[in-house]
């Protein structure tokens, strides 16, 4: 391809728009174009990326055997009913573009496929016989994402590679899970990425084992703790570790264990309290009123008490709080702060807030209007595992010291509700540390189990003759995202350095100066014999000066830059590695079998696999 029919237009300064460095290079070396709120039309230099990507993503599941499929992505509300997933989707923080038709049905834009392949899977898969199957497709998602942001990283459209997978039983699932975890090693690591596998939430999709693959990058918007030996590493809204012990209180439990009175003027906060009283955040316990909303309308109080050293976990949260009520009130929408105003518009009388014990009496409910006039009491082990403790006296002003559970009213029940931080002990060897790092996640496998299957009634006949729901697994990875994330692990202060693998083109021929018959002989024979050799090749033949078209080439991040300048009398070129500056002259007619030498192991991009 010549440059000079390539559209391309570089710009010098980062735009307005972009924070990070990918987002900010991919805009300025033309790869993409903003259209909207997280919408991109991908320029054909990335177009040229993409298609390298889903290349490499083909050839390593083919060799699973998986097979490729395209499905709709209009897809009819009624599937998503059936699985139950349309009220959390469409509804509250739902993220499903829906829209209806002439005929008044109701459709969505599919942000994810497991209900149109369960209903498909459950059609054509009957028997035993006919298992296991792995059917993916690589497609636009449509997400209506609540914060569309960096570019390609969080858009509104995205290309996704979603696969899912179909078992008689449960040993072959995992099978087939392990073989798409290796598969995604090596389609990373051909990628020219450092991906780490870390054990994640399974969120709204559901299901039980998950692991995440995550780029390490400064950029990532995923918090991952890992141990120091790497045996343990997990995103954390899912990572567990061994709490630092409390600092005991003095003597014990007072007053019976209902706690001893201390007047606590305006102090509404752990530090407040511990800062005018000298007691460490680890001797209380601390109150968060919230409310949980349901599909069926259902609003629920939750009362969670924390140590007050503790952070809460919202995903853990939201877990327990699905798991406890969902079978009841279907999907859980959200859970917001219980405030003060919210409490007012209900008819309730003022509420402690600052001064909540975990004992607050459910009588501070009645007369709700539209409340369940029941606290879900919640507690995270950490507080449930104090002796003596400090905490709100419910009502203003006052805490209780030293008070026991028993004496001020049973212990909420005890899940793991916190949140793991940097620095923790390990669960798996308290002498290991959790070490923070960030990442962007660009795959995610699931065991889905028989969820969706048992859902959509996809049943097929076992050996014994009976019929039971299909085994799944769902697998994804972010392709358009994973172009990015490339550019975040790969660039310097010029520009992008491409992995080879991946790169829009492998070599830029550039002449430096166009007006000189020599040089452009030179560099126009040099382009074609390339060109048959098989090399994807781009050719400068812009009349700019040779300093605007070296920048270019920086800026572009193709692997090898051949300068065909004042040597080209001589019949000598210049070759330059884009990611390490380093400048070689050749004889021209020695340049292709260099550069074939360099770029055959290049092309096939595999790094060592990383990850736990
Ligand atoms: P996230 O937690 O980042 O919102 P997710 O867990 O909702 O992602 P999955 O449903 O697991 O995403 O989708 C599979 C893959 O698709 C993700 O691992 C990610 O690489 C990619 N992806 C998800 N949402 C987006 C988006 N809005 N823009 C670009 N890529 C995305
Ligand atoms: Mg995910």
New binding site residues.
Partial sequence: MRVSRLMLVTLRDDPAEAEIPSHKLLLRAGYIRRVGS?IYAYLPLLWRVLQKISTIVREELNATGALETLLPQLQPAELWQRSGRWAGYTDGEG?MFHLEDRQGRELGLG??HEEVITALAGDLLRSYRQLPVNLYQIQT?F?D?IR?RFG?????E???K?AYSFHADEACLKQTYGAMDQAYRRIFSRCGLRAVAVE?DS???GGSASQ??MVTADAG??LILASSDRRYAANQERAVSRPADPVPLAGGPRAGGSGEPLATPGQTSIEQLCSAHGFDPSQTVKVLALLARFEDGCLQPLLISLRGDQQLNEVKLANAVSARCSAEHGTLLDIAPLTAEAANREGLAPLPFGFMGPHLSDAVLSGAASWTPRFLRLADGTATALETFVCGGNCGDTHLVAAAWGGIGPAPESLDLRSAQPGDRCQHDSTQLLEASRG?????I?QLGRKYSAALEATFTNEAGQEEPLWMGCY???????AQAAVEQHHDANGICWPTAIAPYEVIVVIANVAEEHQNQLGEQLYAELQSAGVDVLLDDRSERAGVKFKDADLLGIPWRVVVGRGAASGVVELVERATGEKREFPANTLQETLLARLLPERSGLLEASGP
């Fill in positions: 997280g993220i942000p994810t998602k997400r994402e569309p390609l990283m969080r858009g509104r995205f290309i996704m979603d994640a969120g709204a999709i995440e693959f918007e995923d962007i996640e660009v795959g995610h699931f994804g990875i972010g392709v358009s995202r994973l």
